[in-house]
């Protein structure tokens, strides 16, 4: 019998060349042109050529989504199917948009310039998941019966809230749209879902992919459009009961008063970090935390909320680590992100690869660059790993989010002053310890200020743990079981006994 031949590889230029991504918004189930005719460009990254030209939805095309989002939320047609009928509707969902992993990540990959490879890898089988957890987790939550004076039955239940507005960044497009559709549509929520400006198109497809599955038209919204118009109108408008948002701090601030402003509707946010990475001379294996300290900071090309971009090391493992690093950086070295042998691709937009480079001109002023520090090439968004070190702490590159691939490299000397600088910081998101101590592993644990702690790895994630932050990173996690609570009010109905 003949050896089985080698799958054809995929020409990823030959599928983009002859894609057509959705472009209207998508309401009451239908692609609709905005209400003004406006449109945005959204632009490849790589090439800076623009992909499309997408509907710009404003406050109308908004009021249109929420008022389709409230009729269907009303009629029932999907808020009182049963748990189990709306779990098996989102499992549905999970394995199309597996299906249809190969378009998916062609459009994340053209718009926000990730590696093919990681929205092949990550982005569509993390969303996928995301969907699968909630189908299969929202038929097995109970009511209560709590104890009360005899004569009388209290019945507790989680009811959903109504009309869920998502407001979301374009960093991994579709798992953080998944992270708020998934727990809001399983607990009979419908959503109206605004995506980031730079990645309206995987979203958009998504949505009608969400159709193909079987959730019902006018229950999953999508209004592509600029944050201060689309964003802010879902953010201030009156019908929406609940915002759930990702993105910076500064715009999720906005949303506290744009909730404030309107009708005090709950708002979620989960914002931005600027998290440690400490590494102890007792960490038992130096060359994986190098590798990871690179995945760490240097995955997503640096545009991830969680990412390390604070590397703490004790000063005896200084030189030998950052050896290390360097040596392990060289795999992040960014190419064309269709490429499936490329492990990073460009930055989202010019005016995110300005704001790093902007960045590492201070860096130049207030320390000393060790590893790259140029843009590469004069086309597309691409930018070299890059190691900074001798900062002082209080430097912006140290302070500041960033959201590149700019990592700070900062010595210390005792366990006490890595948790004080590990802790000295505006944000509270994520942080990493390596040690092979488990002593000191849960010790600096419990006194880091930070949503998740991963030790002896880094940025651990599942949709079976809760992912939010403290301080200036927000509340309200995202994935879990708990995220079922964000989405739901608690309703007791009381039966006298005559
Ligand atoms: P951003 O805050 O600029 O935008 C996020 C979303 O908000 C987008 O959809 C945008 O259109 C919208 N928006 C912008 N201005 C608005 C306004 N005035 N009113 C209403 N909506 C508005 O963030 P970004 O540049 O898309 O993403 C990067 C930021 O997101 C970083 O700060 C990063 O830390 C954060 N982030 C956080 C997480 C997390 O889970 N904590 C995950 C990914 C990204």
Redesign the pocket.
């Given at each position: 019998m003949p050896a089985p031949s080698a799958p054809t590889p995929i020409d990823w230029h030959a599928r983009a060349a002859g894609l057509k991504p959705p472009t209207d918004a998508l309401i009451d189930g239908r692609p609709v042109p905005a209400i003004s005719g406006s449109t945005f460009d959204v632009v490849n990254p790589a090439t800076e050529e623009v992909l499309v030209s997408v509907s710009a939805c404003d406050a109308a095309d908004v009021d249109a989504a929420v008022v389709a989002a409230r009729r269907a939320f009303d009629d029932g047609r999907w808020s009182r199917l049963s748990a189990a009928e709306r779990g098996a509707v989102l499992n549905r969902f999970a394995d199309l948009l597996l299906d249809h992993s190969d378009e998916l990540a062609l459009l994340v990959t053209l718009e926000m310039g990730k590696a093919i490879t990681d929205s092949l890898d990550v982005e569509i089988p993390g969303a996928a998941a995301v969907f699968r957890y909630y189908g299969e987790v929202i038929d097995k939550i109970p009511g209560e019966l709590p104890p009360t004076a005899d004569g009388s039955v209290a019945m507790v239940r989680r009811v959903p809230l109504g009309v869920i507005g998502a407001?979301?960044?374009?960093?991994?497009p579709l798992d953080?749209a998944a992270w708020k559709l998934a727990p809001a549509l399983a607990a009979g929520n419908s959503v109206v879902l605004?995506?980031?400006?730079e990645s309206p198109l995987s979203a958009l497809r998504m949505a009608e992919i969400a159709l193909d599955a079987g959730i019902p038209a006018g229950v999953f919204n999508v209004v592509p459009g600029?944050?201060?118009t689309a964003?802010?109108a879902l953010?201030r408008h009156p019908d929406v009961d609940c915002l759930t948002f990702?993105?910076?701090?500064e715009?999720g601030k906005?949303f506290l008063a744009y909730s404030a402003e309107s009708n005090m509707k709950q708002v979620w946010l989960?914002?931005?970090?600027k998290s440690p990475n400490i590494v102890f001379a007792d960490c038992a294996d130096l060359e994986q935390a190098a590798e990871m300290a690179c995945f760490g900071i240097f995955g997503n090309q640096g545009e991830v909320?969680s990412a390390n971009s604070r590397l703490l090391i004790q000063r005896d493992i200084v030189d030998e680590f950052a050896a290390a690093l360097i040596d392990k950086a060289a795999a992040y070295l960014p190419g064309d992100p269709l490429d499936p042998a490329s492990s990073a691709g460009a930055m989202v937009s010019r005016k995110q690869l300005d704001l790093v480079l902007r960045y590492i001109d201070r860096a130049h002023t207030d320390g000393r660059i060790i590893l790259g520090g140029n843009r590469i090439g004069d086309t597309g968004f691409f930018l070299e790993p890059t190691v900074v070190t001798d900062l002082p702490v209080d430097s912006p590159v140290v302070t500041d989010?960033i959201?590149g691939p700019l990592l700070a490299m900062i010595p210390f000397d005792t366990e006490e002053e890595a948790v004080a600088l590990a802790n000295d910081t505006p944000y509270g998101?994520a942080a990493s310890v390596w040690t092979a101590s488990l002593d000191r592993a849960l010790r600096v644990s419990e006194a880091l200020h930070a949503g998740t702690v991963s030790i002896n790895t880094v940025d651990a994630l599942s949709p079976g743990t809760p992912?939010g932050?403290f301080k200036g990173?927000?509340f309200g996690a995202d994935l879990s079981i708990h995220a079922i609570d964000k989405f739901t009010g608690l309703k007791t109905t009381w039966i006298a006994r005559r």
């Open positions: 407001v979301v960044p374009w960093n991994f953080i605004k995506p980031a400006e600029l944050g201060a964003g802010a953010g990702t993105g910076s701090t715009v906005k989960e914002c931005g970090g909320c989010e959201f998101l992912f932050g990173s927000g």
